[in-house]
């Protein structure tokens, strides 16, 4: 069981540049989560979805977008990156909203941008 | 606004030691979460408290809620180098917002 898979594991950006972070479950979890995390600053939430077509601000979503198309995939779009985008992302996925159905975490895409 | 303060920050203690890390705000949470977080990895479960006043125990560690469900513990008796990590806590709003805390960075030393 792969549980979240997320792809690539390290990126180097340069400024103004796109790219996809890319996530995976196979838990047949209909909750999706995609947040940052910067040093000192926990997690951020940037977008989630409830389940395939539907998908949700969170409180740092300007710069990126998601896609919900499957049960399985949610990946998350950056358009034209900024260094403010430095960051550490994490994809997450859950039973259900609460936080008492518990949070599977990917092991996470570290991004600089340049 | 930081909704959910973790304390201490920063904790380096002796391998043996006791130690307890905090969790505090002045919302009410439905429930709350302990998570573990090792470098280059993602946070794992640890737990999760539902009941106010609820203590779970984990081996050598014991979480509580508080009565009111505002704050929680995390006690670890004789802490181990495998105890070290950033442990961060999550609680959920009664309006569905989930937030975490900064995390307590805590280093054993063997």
């Known amino acids: 069981n792969a549980g979240v898979t997320q792809t690539p594991k390290f990126r180097i950006l340069k400024i103004g540049q796109s790219m996809t972070l890319q996530c995976a479950q196979d838990?047949?979890?209909?909750?999706m989560y995609w947040y940052r995390q910067d040093p000192g600053m926990g997690l951020k939430l940037i977008y989630y979805?409830?389940?395939?077509?539907?998908?949700d601000k969170g409180e740092v979503p300007n710069g990126y977008n998601v896609s919900r198309s499957t049960t399985e995939d949610f990946p998350l779009r950056l358009e034209l990156a900024a260094p403010s985008q430095t960051s550490v992302y994490f994809c997450a996925s859950s039973y259900r909203w609460e936080v008492n159905y518990g949070y599977t975490f990917g092991s996470g895409t570290r991004l600089t941008v340049v | 606004t930081q909704l959910l303060e973790q304390s201490p920050q920063f904790l380096s203690i002796q391998e043996g030691e006791n130690l307890t890390v905090y969790c505090n705000s002045s919302?009410?949470?439905?429930?709350l979460q302990w998570y573990r977080q090792e470098p280059g990895e993602g946070p794992v479960l640890l737990v999760t408290?539902?009941?106010?006043?609820e203590v779970k125990k984990l081996k050598r560690l014991t979480f509580q809620f508080g009565d009111a469900r505002k704050d929680s513990s995390l006690h670890i008796t004789a802490a181990q180098p495998g105890d070290t990590g950033l442990y961060l806590c999550?609680?959920?709003?009664?309006?569905?917002?989930?937030?975490f805390g900064k995390g307590t960075r805590l280093h054993i030393l063997p």
């Open positions: 408290v539902v009941t106010g006043g």
């Open positions: 838990m047949n979890h209909n909750y």
């Open positions: 999550a609680g959920d709003l009664r309006d569905d917002k989930i937030i």
């Open positions: 979805s409830v389940g395939a077509g539907i998908t």
């Open positions: 919302s009410v949470f439905s429930s």
